[in-house]
């Protein structure tokens, strides 16, 4: 509070910087750094000698929030001498410097006004802002989701406790049932065992009354008188009372019951922490289905409040912004120009690559064209790209024909102040990287992902580059034994990254991992996208497809609103 109201109070009204008359600032001249009203922007600037090729921007390319009132950076004193009052700010040690200073210390360095830099530092506040509004918008997105996931979780183990149980009650219906079977068995050995006994009985019943027979002969010999009988029969009953008794009885009992394995635990499942064979499988779903005006969406990109900026520059040269509505996409501006690359940053607006070396800006809330503070000195920018981290990712190349390569083909990183931060150029042996930088995409770990077109066919490769040092970390050339013509690419909130591919008939979609492994392929023919060919991710967590068409068969292409489920 007690900064913001400082600062209030050092506002002054500004007065054009060149004729100090008229206080309607609308352009600001970048070479001279001065503040111009619209005469002077027109007329009189130019008449400065060499002031011709000057670049005169509008001011509202400059942030769209920007303030053109001058504050007082009067009380601001010398990093070095605090007695000191800094009269200019080193934009390369990043401090404020006395003359003294900027004589001895700062010489060669980029020394600029504390307007100019105050203004920088407060447009890159205003990038940081958008980005944290962003954030916020993603996180409430993320925060929904945690429940969804939760809710799709829960059930996932509802079902999993429900197949531990139906498997314990199937192991213990095939535990009785087998149970049942010994016992069985062991009946039917019981069953036939009693009938042996019971012929054991009879038998010796047999025997029981033979003896019975026996005992009763010898009683009646011992008993007779008649002599002549007791010799006539003597030799036969004498004989049969010494008869043996058949042998004892064999009776076998070999039935045993011999208990089986102990139970053990791995019979009925156990619970696996960690899903080995999970693969990566995407899900896609349309939500939404529109139908262009034109024959490909070559470069898509979402803006703010849901709509969506495409460019074709095939055959026709068109930029346009559309919203979604329910059954149709409705045009809100529609511009003829060259595009060869979209980039929206929020709290700035959206950038565009056009067929010159300064990158033009369509400010938030805005339908103007502006000269936006980023440029390629002498270089033709190409593809562009907002990292995670807000900074900006220009594909480009020296002017001249696009193949075969020649001068500088270059990927080159800038802050949101528009200062180069690294340019990627050659790998580690000296060897050009690129021939066409096409698109770009990165990940949170610091990969930068650079989508290469390598002749007029467009076959191409990806380049994937670590952002620290620009050090090559692998290149994928697409399916082994396919042509690869890649199309548009974009990373996932899971930084997994994906590359459209309408020419292969077997895969639409190629996805690497974060470290550029490929880890799966998607047809999107099973879902109806034909040719998909641009991509981009919204900040209402939709995921948009621009489809192609075949060449010259008049056909329109279709833009598809998705559900993009990575868990
Ligand atoms: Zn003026
Ligand atoms: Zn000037
Ligand atoms: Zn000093
Ligand atoms: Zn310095």
Redesign the pocket.
């Known amino acids: 509070m007690a900064l913001s109201r400082s600062l209030e109070k050092g506002q002054t009204l500004v007065l054009c910087q060149f004729c100090e008359n008229d206080s309607k600032i609308t352009k600001k001249c970048l070479d001279c750094k001065l503040l111009l009203c619209a005469k002077c922007s027109n007329k009189l600037h130019a008449m400065v000698k060499g002031a011709g090729d000057h670049t005169i921007v509008n001011i509202r390319s400059l942030g769209p929030q920007h303030s053109v009132e001058i504050k007082d950076f009067r009380s601001i004193k010398c990093k070095q001498h605090p007695t000191q009052t800094a009269c200019l700010f ?1 934009s ?2 990043e401090q404020s ?1 006395c003359p003294t200073c900027v004589t001895k ?2 010489k060669k ?1 980029n020394i600029v006004d504390f307007q100019d830099v105050y203004q920088l530092k407060v447009e890159r506040l205003h990038c940081g802002q958008g980005k944290v509004e962003n954030n916020y918008k993603e996180l409430a997105r993320r925060d929904n989701n945690l429940d969804h996931i939760k809710t799709e979780e829960n059930s996932r183990l509802s079902n999993i406790r429900e197949s531990i149980r139906d498997r314990a009650l199937l192991i213990k219906s095939e535990v009785d049932e087998c149970a049942c079977r010994l016992i069985s068995e062991v009946d039917v050995e019981n069953a036939k065992f009693d009938r042996t006994i019971q012929n054991e009985h009879s038998a010796l019943d047999g025997i029981k009354t033979q003896l019975n027979g026996q005992r009763q002969k010898v009683q009646d010999m011992t008993e007779s008188n008649d002599m002549v009988q007791f010799f006539a029969k003597i030799v036969d009953v004498t004989k049969s009372i010494e008869d043996c008794l058949p042998p004892t009885y064999s009776i076998t009992r070999e039935l045993q019951f011999l208990p089986g394995l102990a139970f053990h635990p791995s019979v009925v499942g156990e619970i696996l922490h960690e899903n080995e064979n999970c693969e990566y499988k995407p899900k896609l779903e349309i939500t939404r289905k529109y139908v262009s005006e034109y024959d490909v969406i070559q470069f898509l990109i979402s803006g703010p409040d849901n709509s969506l900026w495409y460019s074709i520059n095939i055959n026709k040269k068109v930029l346009e912004k559309v919203t979604l509505a329910e059954e149709q996409l409705e045009s809100v501006s529609s511009k003829e120009i060259m595009i060869y690359g979209l980039a929206f940053v929020p709290g700035y607006g959206l950038l565009l690559s056009t067929d010159q070396e300064r990158l033009k800006i369509i400010p938030e809330n805005s339908d103007e064209i502006l000269d936006s503070r980023f440029a390629v000195d002498i270089l033709e920018p190409k593809c562009i790209h907002l990292t995670k981290d807000n900074k900006l990712a220009i594909g480009a190349k020296s002017k001249g024909p696009l193949y075969p390569a020649s001068g500088q083909r270059v990927v080159i990183l800038m802050d949101m102040e528009g200062n180069k931060l690294s340019t990627f150029e050659f790998n580690q042996k000296g060897e050009r990287l690129f021939t066409n930088p096409w698109g770009i995409a990165s990940t949170t770990n610091g990969h930068v992902f650079i989508l290469d077109r390598i002749d007029s066919n467009c076959e191409g490769r990806l380049v994937i580059l670590k952002r620290e040092d620009g050090s090559v970390i692998d290149i994928y050339n697409g399916r082994e034994g396919s042509y690869f013509v890649p199309r548009g690419i974009v990373a996932t909130e899971a930084d997994n990254i994906i590359i459209t591919d309408s020419d292969d008939p077997e895969i639409s979609l190629h996805i690497l991992d974060s470290s550029g492994k490929l880890i799966s392929y998607y047809n999107t023919r099973d879902i109806g996208i034909e040719k998909p060919f641009s991509m981009t991710f919204a900040a209402n967590g939709h995921f948009y497809i621009g489809g192609s068409t075949i060449k010259d068969s008049g056909n329109k292409s279709e833009l598809f609103e998705l559900d993009f489920f990575e868990i």
Do not use: D, I, K, S
């Open positions: 080193c390369t040690c410097a210390v700062h360095h």
